[in-house]
Each structure stands twice: as C-alpha cells, then as structure tokens.
C-alpha cells in the first residue's frame, strides 16, 4: 500500500502543473488559447458564439488532455521503472490505473475551473455552462482512460509515436463529445448520463488495455 501511495504521489508530482517538478500549464493555456482565439475566428455574432461554444469548450478538454501523452508511460518503459515495480510485485494495470488517476487530476479539474472563463470568451450562458461543467465531470475521466489507453499502446514507438497517438485519439473519443456535447442541445439529462456511462466503461477497460500494451512493449 505505502508502494501505490509513494507511486501515486510521484507520478501527480510529474503531471500537476505548479508541483515541484511537475508539469507545465501548457494542456490549460491551450485550453484557454482555444476559447480566446475562436470568437476571432468565427465572428462577433453573439448567437452563433452561444451555439457553438459549449462544443468548442469540449474540443479545446480534447486537445488539452491529449497533450502530455508523450510522457505518461514512454519515459518509465525507457528507463526500466515497469521492470522494477513488476519485481517488487506491482503489475502493469496497477501502474496504468494510478497513472490514470494522476492524468486526470493534472487536468480535469483545472479544466472544469478554467471553463469559467472560457465561458465567458464565448458568450455561453449560466444554464448552459451548468450543462458544460457537469458533461466534463462525468467526460474527463473518460478522456483520461483514452490518453493513458493510447499512451500505452504507443509506448514502443519512436519517432511518429506522437502523430500516431494524436490519430488514434480522435475515433475513440468521438462518442464522448458527441454526447458531452450534444447534452448541450437536448436538454442535458441523456446526454449527460450517456457520457458518463461511457466515460465509466473506458475507465473500466484502460488499466487492463494499458497493461497488456505496456507488456507487449516490454517482452517486445
């Protein structure tokens, strides 16, 4: 339990932005870059902006979440840290699930704060930044299993590892933004309940998808 506990803190230190020798702001200034820059894009009609921006809120969480994705598991696997914790008896799926939990504290909730701002960037209304906030509880942790899921599989791969996560990403996560966002158009209730089941499912399924991926890339 202290190994978990000592592994939990470690990796949180690595991914919260502001810890000592953690991570950067880089997945929530672009997150707010995307909600600054999108009014310019698209205009100043207000209507359109309110429309539109509760979905462009979900798609700049995407993009933020799958920034770190180089250095989830890669630099572990690298340095032979998955090979001691397995002899100290840690399985891969252990570390995946705790590095998972990690991710999404490094940007789920500092994504659910800055969606405050970024509501006001785009003109969305209280009600329908209600409906936002609530789809990102029950979404990013979703978007966390898809990170670590796909970080684990690129683990091996060198080069084009990162091209090749930022591909993978966008189909698995189609479904969670098609019902985080689209809760924003029907009412909130379905939309978000679907988005949670899924987000759930995915959590369920990525320790176990992570770890058979990290194995591969260690007998590998």
Excluded: C
């Amino acid at each position: 339990m202290k190994l978990l506990a000592a592994l939990f803190w470690r990796d949180l230190a690595r991914l919260l932005p502001g810890m000592r020798g953690g991570g950067t702001l880089l997945p929530l200034l672009f997150f707010l870059a995307v909600a600054m820059l999108y009014p310019f894009a698209v205009g100043p009609n207000p209507t359109l902006l309110a429309r539109t921006g509760g979905g462009v809120i979900w798609v700049a969480a995407l993009l933020a979440a799958i920034l770190p994705l180089d250095r989830l598991l890669a630099p572990d696997l690298e340095q032979g840290f998955f090979d001691q914790w397995a002899l100290r008896g840690i399985s891969e799926e252990v570390v995946v699930a705790v590095r998972m939990v990690a991710h999404w504290l490094s940007f789920g909730p500092f994504i659910m704060l800055a969606a405050l701002p970024a509501s006001a960037l785009v003109g969305i209304d209280g009600e329908t930044l209600r409906i936002v906030e609530l789809g990102l509880l029950a979404g990013t942790p979703g978007l966390a299993a898809i990170g670590i899921i796909i970080a684990a599989v690129t683990t091996s791969l060198r080069g084009g590892g990162a091209a090749l996560a930022g591909l993978l990403v966008i189909p698995l996560a189609v479904p969670l933004l098609v019902f985080g966002a689209g809760s924003l158009s029907t009412g909130g209730e379905g939309g978000l309940a679907l988005t949670a089941a899924i987000s759930l499912l995915l959590v369920a399924i990525a320790p176990f998808a992570g770890g058979a991926a990290i194995r591969a890339a260690r007998e590998g």
